[in-house]
């Protein structure tokens, strides 16, 4: 009994004698912090130089602007001639820093009992939070998210002051920034080696960072890109490679490929693999909507697929067919999503290709070493879907959008899934083709149908993969034969009646189009075969002689 009174005494006495140098550590490290945000936020100000009003001011100093617009200050105004005692200033705190850091950086341990003190520690503990709540204040421009390219340059800023605190301290600064971004970007949905990783949980918890991005891009597919008003739609367009709004052709900031592109920088495949998961809910909620419109209309659709290739146009049967368009909207949907995921990974395969060039080579050649696994068999999904983690073009064989369609098609849904193609096909009578008007200039229709491009594509080869488990290539590419056919004898048909429904310049031009895409399993002939390419270029002429303005 006294020996344990003793002890507790001690721990007792060791905890107060531990108080002062702890007070003092803590002291000298909020020092040092103050120093080095003031450093940081000079450093800042010397990079607004760059900022897109100040490279602009010799035009906005001539131009005409609104009354109250104020004139952005001049280049250059932060040089040292203009104003030296702010740069005075700075290397005072420069100095600062220095003294503190060399002070610090004297004293490696200070044992007291059984407790080591470690001084520097105090210091990285406080430089890691100091960079995590710099970098969740850069995330947030008021109500929108802070354009990428912004943040990764304040970050970078951020890192070279950093850096430079090496010169005086022994702290693993590299340690710091790569804990921070893998804290960004890791999250503990993404359990390593597990390929089933796209669910329905929330997420919650650490990291904050990866959540914000999340949830502002969830917020973006779901309440902006498709839920757009006939007034402003919001299309993708695969030469400028970002959303445009209509008819202002005004981009989406945040969903342009250089922004993504930085965000790739920022946040890396893991959570690139958290954005897409927003995508795939998207798409299997449209799909499951789909599959039960094609059960609805099972019986019309088994009659025009009999009837569709004979020489009397189906026109009683079209009339029974029920939401049609809700179908074709809902394929939309699909379509952007698809979209969405798709600038992802080609702005991930432009940093994975300047960072990591020799992984990219080696997947890339393993990857081309046999042919595409469209049919998703199991033993080659593991490396189509690392190849697809690096940004490699993997086409058809997406084992993620596999796994993910997987939730809403069955084995038990083959039959209705083999309608697709008539489904599509009988798509072409309805309200959206009759309003889709292609501009050229963006390689666009008027509302956004050029996404069914990709959503017909995968949506027939992989229900097909899914529902029947020794189905071949074969069958494959007669369901994509089999859209192209009953397509064009539905077009045919309505350019031979000179029926007003349908815009014909746009359908053709997106029947040649999904030739191109569908390229890995299809060839030009199919198409040539049904329809000469002698009937097809008129309609090309027409689309692409009317300028945009006119449209």
Known sequence: MPLLLCLTSWRALVKTVLTCPKKLMNTMVARIIFNYNEVLKK??????????????FPVLQKAKMEKGFLTPVTPGVESEFAKKPELDGLRNFEKNIAQLCISLNEIVSVPISDVLLTPREFLRDSLYENIQSFFLKSLMDGAELQRPTVILRNLNIHCHVLKWLENYVDVNTVDIIRQLMVSASSHRLLVPGRIEWITEDELEGDPVIIRQLVQWFSEFLNKKLLSSRDNNVIVYSPIRKSFLSLPHK?????????????????????????????AFRVIISSVSSIKELLQSNRGILEELAKNCLKEQYPAESLKEFKDLDLIMQRSITVGSALQFRKILHEALLSVCKERIPNIHENLSICFNQYRRNILGIQEL????????DCGIDVDAADGALKIALSKSVGSADSTIWDLLPI????????KIWSEA?????????SNNAQVLLDAIYYLIIDTKAITNANVGEREVIQLLTDFIEMSSNI?????????TGINLTSAFVFLDKFVDRSSLLITRDQLE????YALIRPYFQDAYAVQDDDQ
């Open 529 to 532: 075969a049904v329809i000469p």
């Open 381 to 388: 999904m593991p490396l189509d879907m690392l190849a697809a």
């Open 250 to 278: 005004r981009s989406e900031k945040i969903a342009e490929w250089s922004e993504l592109r930085a965000l790739a920088f920022l946040i890396g495949p893991y959570g690139f693999k958290l954005l897409e998961r927003e």
């Open 491 to 499: 077009l045919l048909k309505n350019a031979r009646m000179q029926r």
């Open 437 to 445: 008007v292609f501009k050229p200039s963006l390689e666009v229709f």
């Open 43 to 56: 450093f800042l100000e010397f990079d607004s130089q760059l900022t897109e009003a100040n490279a602009a």
């Open 423 to 430: 489904a599509y096909a009988v798509g072409f009578t309805g």
